[in-house]
């Protein structure tokens, strides 16, 4: 059976733990009292999945989790909301990536980050029968999956002739982040460049990437 979804969604997913009020640290060996401790998910990708599924748009979820309880309390978090969790995928090796959230008084935030699992996911965990399902392909945080480079943007030519050529081209809006600027890319979302790794591909210049890993 064809597995079938409006959006695919790949992007990092994280452990929040938010802190306030958090105006400043105490000194070393002393404590200091909070008004409010909370622990939820997070993390772009994920937190975009839910938001989808939640509007009734039938969403799947490509993210890794750690094989730790965290990791638990996450993919339960996306299946209860509703996402098709079976490309979350469980990095035995690494734990969960965890964000330490300290929210000031005034609302602005300083983030303690650990990178944990989203540091080994890549383009192999994607699940291509799913994704050329999809009407919408949706890369988040790619700066946080460092793994993606320089397979990601692969994965953005990909997806602009499997996603695209099935869409109208009054459909389409190709806005996307280009060494900081806004650029125009024939059916992707976005392009990203990090330290010269990632270019703009566009179609017959997308040349050949040398990847540890098929993408079919």
Excluded at 43 to 50: D, I, K
Excluded at 101 to 129: I, K, M, T
Excluded at 164 to 174: F, G, L, N, Y
Excluded at 189 to 207: D, V
Aim: overall charge neutral; proline content about 5%.
């Amino acid at each position: 059976m064809k597995l079938e979804c409006e959006v695919f969604c790949a992007g990092n997913a994280v452990m929040d733990v938010l802190a306030r009020p958090v105006d400043g640290l105490p000194a070393p060996g002393a404590s200091q009292r909070l008004e409010e401790v909370a622990l939820g998910p997070g993390g772009n990708g994920l937190s975009t999945a839910v938001a989808l599924a939640r509007l009734g748009v039938r969403v799947a979820l490509a993210a890794p989790v750690g094989d730790d309880r965290l990791g638990e309390i996450l993919r339960w978090s996306v299946r209860f909301a509703g996402v098709d969790d079976s490309n979350v995928i469980t990095v035995k090796e690494a734990r969960t990536s965890v964000s330490l959230v300290l929210v000031e008084s005034s609302g602005e935030r300083r983030l303690l980050h650990f990178r944990g699992a989203n540091a080994h996911f890549s383009a192999c965990h994607l699940n291509w029968d799913v994704v050329k399902g999809a009407r919408v392909f949706h890369y988040a945080s790619a700066f946080a999956l460092p793994a993606f480079f320089p397979v990601g943007a692969k994965v953005i030519y990909i997806c602009q002739g499997r996603l695209d050529q099935r869409q109208p081209a009054a459909h389409r809006v190709p806005a996307g982040i280009h060494g900081g600027q806004a650029t125009k890319l024939p059916g992707t979302s976005h392009s990203f460049r990090e330290g010269g790794a990632i270019e703009a591909w566009q179609g017959e210049r997308a040349g050949v990437v040398e990847d540890s890993c098929p993408l079919h």
